[in-house]
Each structure stands twice: as structure tokens, then as C-alpha cells.
């Protein structure tokens, strides 16, 4: 039966096994297979110029951004990136538009018995309908985030004009490794021979490991720490290249989207032989750049109401650095969701920080309990829905308030917003 509709494809995706199915190492994934089924269709991977973006936190940020100012630079660009929050077609974008549905209908009616035949899993068949829509619309470029590591990720595929690798920290440990020497070894395993590497903010100790993976395939590695990337609040950043200091007047509210800024500005100098952007377009990319949902996003204008799906250490710190900027942790009521492979003691000792601290259970098998997190946060209060209502009454114990810990409770946390919003 063909497909006729965005809902067919969700429910014949549902039955698709996901990563957590195909096993608890990454052994499991199979590039080889991968590969025969992109050469079955045509090789679509190979049609279009491209950036690969990895890094345990800033990729999906640092993909946006680049997006932004090649767009903005009269580019044609596709940026994939994933997971999605609200629709399955949000993961890929041409242009700033999503996939339409005929396109997407398009691609499984004509390729059903190749995914079944090579046995795809949830991400490779996302990533293929990627590649295959932004070969179809002819983009200029397009910038592709790694869904997972990277040496052995779906899109490991391509020959990309540059890589990127924007952090490294702890996280999917059973997947990736338990070291960060482990988690370079797979992050760097996006580096093509002879192909520039642009690397944020490293430990040393997978900045080492980075270098003597480039170095033995002859990559050059560009670091962000001569640009010297700043946040001076509010939105506003700051970085200094040979000529001159540039500023950024943004939407962009972490602290940490310098850094982002910084690789976005390397990886432009780097292939400015092939996309010429001047320094206003850069500038006008950035300050128009939207970075899509659950990056520290103000959920209303009318209240100092917060959303980031950060659920690493790093990404903690990050989120405590963006509080700091807009108020005082002590006096910020934050309302927690965690999946339970994310509660570890370092991230549980930075989320104790915060002193009015609530928790809203999802209704997934993965979801972390309160008891869970009560024998970490004693001072922790589960979320209700009087306390929500309390909250949105306007009568809560502070007037900051962050909702946080993983993307997926974004859905539920916006319901509650619309419902506000609609009264």
C-alpha cells in the first residue's frame, strides 16, 4: 500500500527499531550497510557539498548558525539535524523549510523495498531522506549533524569539505565509552584524509587524540582559541580575528553560543574558496540565526520562563552559566524532567545548586522516578498540577523559572504554555 501522508510514514517508523534496539555498543552499527543501500539509490550523499558537525553538546547549535549565514549569503543550504521535538519533517530543512509532505511520501514510496532489503534502522533511514532531499533540491551545501560518536554514525558517509567537532564530554557512555580518550577516538572518527578540522573547546586530552587523528591522515586542526570568543550578556558576543574585534547583537541568550559563533566564523574562513561570505553577511547570519527549541529558549515574553534540554555535565554547567546571566540560582525555581541513564552524582550535585527545585515525571519506560531523584536532591518537590497551576497563576516563589533535563519533555512543557497562552 503506498503512503499517502505524513501520519502513514510516522506510524511505518514506529515499528523501525532506534538506536537503543540495535544493541549497547556501537559495534552494532554496520557502515558497510549503510552504504549499499545509499549506492542502491543513487549515492545521493555524493551530489552535494557538505559540512559534517559531531560533539557531545553545541553541534545542533553550531549546524543553525552555519545554516543562518549561508542562507542569509544567498546560499541554497540544507542543515539536517535530529532529534525532532514536534514533527518528524522538522529534521530536515532547504531554505528554511521543512520537508512537505509529498516529498517525504515521495522517498518512501519509491525506496520501501530498499530500506526493508538493508534492514535500515530509524536514523539511517532519517539521515537517507536527508541526503536524498537535499541532492533532489540541489542545495549549494549542506550542513549535517552526526546523530551519535560519529566514527561509526550514518552520516560517516560523506566526504564533507570540513568537519567539525564542537565538544567532547561524557555522555552515552555505554554506547561511545566510559573515558573521554574513548569518546575522541569516535568523535574524530568523522576526520577525512586531507580535510581541514575545525575543534571548539577541548579537554586536552581529546584535543591530543583529535591532532594525532588528523595528523595521521594529514588534516590540518583549527582551533577557536585565537578568536578569543566572549559573551557580554544578553545576547551580545564577541570574537577577534587578525583585523579587527566583531560583536553580535543576537536572540541568543547562553553564554556559551560564543563558542559556537567562533567555530561558525573558522569554518567560514576555511571554505571561503568555495562560498565567499564577507564579514556584514557573517554578522547578519548570526544575529538572525534561530536556534531552534530547547537551546535556553524564553518560553514567554511576558515572563522570565526558560527552556534547555541539556542532560550532560557539560550542558548542566552551560545552563547554570546562561541562569546566572538573567538572575540568582538561589532565587530560580527549577522544574526538572530526567531520563534515568542521566542521572549520575556530577550532574545531580550541579542541579543542587538550585535551592526551589521541582520534578515532573514523563510518561516514558525511561523515564527517571522522583525517588530517583530524591536520593540526590533531598530539597526536591514533585511537580503537580497544583503547583503548576500555582505557577501559572503568577503566584509562584520566583519569578525565574527553568524547565530543563531532556528535550522530550519540551512537548509537554509547550502544552502547558499554549494552554497558559489560550486562557
Known sequence: MPFTSLSAVEAYLEQIPKFKSVGSSGADFNLERFKSFCESIGDPQDKFSSIHVAGTNGKGSTCRLLESVYRHAECKV?????????RFTERFIVNGNEISEDELTLFFNSFRENIEKYKLTYFEIS???AFW??????????????????RLDATNVISPL?????????????????????????????????????TGDLPEEAQEKVLQIAQQKGSSVNKIDNLQPRS??????????????ITFDTSLLAPVQSKNIAIAWQVVQLLDRHFPISCEEFKKGINSAELGLGRFNRLLESQQWYFDGGHNLEAVRALKQAVCRVGDLEETTLVLSLLEDKVRPKIMEEFS??????YYQLSLERAASFDDIKQWLPQVTP??????????????NSELVIFAGSFYFYATVREWVQDLYNR
Do not use: M
Open 383 to 396: 511537580f503537580s498540577d497544583k503547583h503548576r497551576q500555582t505557577l501559572f497563576n503568577n503566584d509562584f
Open 78 to 86: 540544507g542543515v539536517y539535524t535530529s532529534p525532532h521535538i514536534h
Open 162 to 198: 570540513v568537519s567539525v567537532i564542537t565538544s567532547i564530554s561524557l555522555d552515552h557512555t555505554d554506547i561511545l565509552g566510559e573515558t573521554i580518550h574513548e569518546i575522541a577516538y569516535e568523535k574524530a572518527g568523522i576526520i577525512k584524509s586531507e580535510t581541514p578540522v575545525v
Open 133 to 150: 532531499w537535499f541532492a533532489r533540491a540541489k542545495v549549494d551545501l549542506g550542513i549535517i549533524e552526526v546523530g551519535l560518536g560519529g
Open 232 to 245: 557580554r550578556g544578553q545576547g551580545v558576543y564577541q570574537i577577534s580575528t587578525e583585523q579587527k574585534e
Open 353 to 358: 545548586e538550585f535551592r526551589n527545585i521541582y
Open 127 to 129: 539521515t537517507a531522506i
